[in-house]
């Protein structure tokens, strides 16, 4: 069986415009990637952890603040490029990115040079549109955006938002 994560979407409305929270990774191998590269915020569930904690936790490591606690909706299941499932969940919410505080991880960098370095997990977070998000989303997680909206009665609008 192949690897599976668990994540939570932030969503909120502006002025009538639903807009979604989407986490950069961090390190230097994403550094300068943008459209495509960006994800709801997830990580790994081990063995037979529960995909709701594992959501709830990586939330909090990704982002360095507690998930909400009510209003937690199924998005369900998406296959990613490379083979990895990642089971979403959806929670209405607010969050400044500008406090993001995220974990870290070490890597040898650059490769093959002895030196191992600190990046954080998450070098950003941003509110997106819809349209935005389907931009700036790995490819597979673009559904969840589509779930999202089927959930909450948005309107789909001509160009993937």
């Given at each position: 069986?192949?690897?599976?994560?668990?994540?939570?979407?932030?969503?909120?409305?502006?002025?009538?415009?639903?807009?979604?929270?989407?986490?950069?990774?961090?390190?230097?191998?994403?550094?300068?990637r943008d459209d495509g590269?960006?994800?709801?915020?997830?990580?790994?569930?081990?063995?037979?952890?529960?995909?709701?904690?594992?959501?709830?936790?990586?939330?909090?490591?990704?982002?360095?603040?507690?998930?909400?606690?009510?209003?937690?909706?199924?998005?369900?299941?998406?296959t990613q490029a490379g083979?990895?499932?990642?089971?979403?969940?959806?929670?209405?919410?607010?969050?400044?990115?500008?406090?993001?505080?995220?974990?870290?991880?070490?890597?040898?960098?650059?490769?093959?040079?002895?030196?191992?370095?600190?990046?954080?997990?998450?070098?950003?977070?941003?509110?997106?549109?819809?349209?935005?998000?389907?931009?700036?989303?790995?490819?597979?997680?673009?559904?969840?955006?589509?779930?999202?909206?089927?959930?909450?009665?948005?309107?789909?609008?001509?160009?993937?938002?």
């Amino acid at each position: 069986m192949g690897k599976r994560s668990a994540g939570l979407l932030l969503y909120r409305v502006d002025a009538d415009e639903p807009r979604v929270l989407l986490v950069h990774p961090g390190g230097p191998i994403w550094a300068k990637r943008d459209d495509g590269a960006w994800s709801i915020p997830k990580g790994e569930v081990d063995g037979d952890e529960d995909d709701r904690a594992v959501a709830r936790r990586e939330f909090a490591e990704e982002l360095g603040t507690a998930p909400p606690e009510v209003g937690w909706l199924e998005l369900g299941e998406v296959t990613q490029a490379g083979g990895k499932q990642v089971v979403a969940f959806a929670a209405p919410g607010d969050l400044d990115p500008a406090t993001v505080s995220s974990n870290t991880f070490t890597l040898e960098w650059p490769p093959r040079s002895g030196r191992r370095q600190q990046f954080p997990e998450v070098d950003r977070a941003a509110w997106f549109s819809v349209a935005e998000a389907s931009r700036k989303l790995i490819g597979a997680q673009v559904a969840l955006l589509e779930r999202l909206g089927d959930a909450l009665g948005w309107p789909r609008r001509a160009g993937g938002g």
